[in-house]
């Protein structure tokens, strides 16, 4: 079976930093395409980082540009996405989702998800 499964989210106070972790399996993570995205209530499902297709290719939105991190770690069949500096308005639910290469911000491209995790950023 093809899964992606996330842990990592919670609640954290503004300025605060948080790891997300995307664990593979049925398939090879480092052969696909994989992004973050992040839906608040009310808001469009917004992708928030990719990694994959050319050595090296990382993609982040300005919202987030400098302050998030996106990695692999091929030994454990894991992807992980570094949140710093984090901000009220990064409040969402976050998933994992991996496609084809390339990379594509567009989330109905991507054919495989997680099952979603919370992340809250309050005082």
């Known amino acids: 079976q093809v899964q992606l499964v996330q842990s990592g989210g919670g609640l954290v106070q503004p300025g605060g930093s948080l790891r997300l972790s995307c664990a593979a399996s049925g398939f090879t993570l480092d052969d696909y395409a994989i992004g973050w995205f992040r839906q608040a209530p009310g808001k469009e499902r917004e992708g928030v980082s990719c990694?994959?297709?050319?050595?090296?290719?990382?993609w982040y939105p300005d919202s987030v540009k400098g302050r998030f991190t996106i990695s692999r770690d091929n030994a454990k069949n894991t992807v992980y996405l570094q949140m710093n500096s984090l901000k009220p308005e990064d409040t969402a639910v976050y998933y994992c989702?991996?496609?084809?290469?390339?990379?594509?911000?567009?989330?109905?491209?991507?054919?495989?998800w997680g099952q979603g995790t919370q992340v809250t950023v309050s005082s």
């Open positions: 989702a991996a496609k084809p290469f390339p990379c594509s911000g567009s989330y109905p491209e991507y054919d495989y």
């Open positions: 990694i994959g297709g050319s050595v090296g290719y990382t």
